[in-house]
């Protein structure tokens, strides 16, 4: 990266998608490079947890470098890349433990349990109501965006990874994670103000 990293950083925290796409370039390599050295054990997850590093960077993991060189920023950015490594294994570790416990699960005639219903939302009519009012909340804020913006969300709820809405798209795989985490933000605020209503 030619220029200074303190100066790409302030351009992705102002919402430069070039200087993002330029660092996700330039330090995504790095990570999978890291993670096949120390965590070669989860090989299958590396795509997902450097996808989620690059969300931390922009949510907050960039507000919080302190440095003013790459040379500082290389062991900043390669601790968040070995944090998320070990929040993968401790996640694939729960959803193993879960998976054995539910396995024999059975309802009462004989079929797999295959999900556990919400006892509160189909009884009572009000927890439907709300339901229904954040859906609501959600379908407009997303029309607050364009329509290549909404597919990302989309997308990404549906379980496609970075990688795979890059692809689809056509568009680099920094502006997937710069526009999924920007609808993000938005509907936690909208959320936060509608919980503030009640």
């Excluded at 925290?13 to 993002?20: I, K, P, R, T, V």
């Excluded at 040379?71 to 890349?81: A, D, M, W």
């Excluded at 070995?82 to 433990?97: D, F, Q």
Aim: overall charge neutral; charged content about 35%.
């Amino acid at each position: 990266m030619a220029e200074d990293i303190v100066i790409t950083i302030q351009r992705c925290l102002a919402g430069d998608e070039d200087a993002w796409n330029a660092l996700h370039r330039e330090y995504s390599w790095i990570a999978m490079a890291f993670l096949r050295w120390k965590f070669p054990d989860v090989v299958n997850d590396h795509d997902d947890i450097i996808q989620k590093v690059f969300t931390r960077l922009l949510s907050a993991g960039l507000k919080s470098f302190k440095g003013t060189t790459k040379y500082e920023f290389l062991p900043y950015f390669k601790t968040i890349v070995k944090n998320e490594a070990l929040r993968s294994i401790e996640e694939r570790k729960r959803r193993k433990t879960v998976s054995l416990h539910n396995e024999n699960s059975e309802n009462e005639d004989g079929s797999p349990m295959t999900d556990i219903p919400d006892p509160h939302v189909g009884s009572r009519p009000d927890r439907r109501a709300e339901a229904q009012e954040l859906l609501a909340l959600i379908a407009a804020t997303l029309k607050e965006y364009a329509l290549v913006d909404q597919e990302v969300f989309l997308l990404k709820k549906r379980g496609y990874r970075d990688r795979e809405i890059s692809a689809i798209l056509d568009i680099p795989m920094g502006t997937v994670a710069v526009k999924y985490t920007r609808i993000k933000s938005r509907l936690r605020e909208k959320f936060d103000d509608h919980g503030s209503d009640h």
